[in-house]
Structures are given as C-alpha cells and as structure tokens.
C-alpha cells in the first residue's frame, strides 16, 4: 500500500470534502469551496498518512486555512467563515518553491 505524505491533509466542511496541504505547522493550503462554509458547519480534517488519528476538529488543531479563491465572492466568502489570508492565484507560491 502507498502511504500519503505528511503533509497531506484531507477536508471537510458540511457536504465538501477536498484536498488539503500543510504550509505550516498551523495553516493548510486548500480551495476556497472547500472550506466557505465554514461559518455554517464544522471543519474538520485527517489525515491520510494517520488514518489512527481519525478526523480531527481544525479548531482542536489551531489550525488556519489558505485559502485559493480566483474570484472575489469566493475571498468574501472564506474571510467571513474565519480564514486567515485567501489568494486569488497560486503563481506567487509556485514561484516561491520554483526558486527554493
């Protein structure tokens, strides 16, 4: 069996469910759909490469979300439900770990 890497996270908020990654020890690079309503249900996220650890409440963890939002109403959005900085392109990380 293949095993995830460590920072693989995955989310849920409500219906959605999606891909996560840590960044930091405390803030997850996810798409904004993935967590906008989290101002209506719960986040919770687990982790593949831990299944024993099971799903785990964000709040409990202190973590943070990242959130990728190409379009203004998806940055309101993620703002309102509590995440920390949103991004509306990917291209200034991607060249950040381009230069790394």
């Known amino acids: 069996m293949r095993r995830s890497a460590a920072w693989h996270a995955r989310i849920a908020c409500g219906p959605e469910v999606g891909a996560g990654f840590l960044v930091t020890a405390r ?13 209506r249900a719960a986040v919770t996220v687990s982790f593949p490469h831990a299944r024993e650890l099971g799903e785990v ?21 993620l703002g309102e ?7 509306p392109s990917l291209e200034p990380l991607l060249e950040a770990i381009a230069a790394l």
């Open 57 to 77: 409440p964000a709040q409990q963890l202190g973590l943070r979300f990242v959130g990728h939002a190409p379009t203004a109403a998806g940055r309101r959005a």
């Open 27 to 39: 803030r997850v690079l996810t798409c904004a759909h993935v967590v906008e309503g989290s101002d």
């Open 81 to 87: 439900g509590g995440s920390e900085v949103t991004v």
